[in-house]
């Protein structure tokens, strides 16, 4: 992603919550994508 690239992704995040835009914004920038996933217990 060169400098312009940022400055718009930047400005976007500033601009916007939500998750649809974000993402929108995001295709074609994502070098790998995990998903996390936690079991916990309560005491």
């Known amino acids: 992603m060169n400098k312009e690239e940022w400055l718009e992704f930047a400005k976007l995040l500033v601009h916007s919550s939500h998750k ?3 993402e929108k914004a995001m295709v074609g ?3 790998e994508q995990a998903e996390l996933l ?3 217990q309560k005491f």
Request: aromatic fraction near 12%.
């Open 20 to 22: 649809a835009e974000l």
């Open 29 to 31: 920038h994502i070098l």
């Open 38 to 40: 936690g079991v916990y």
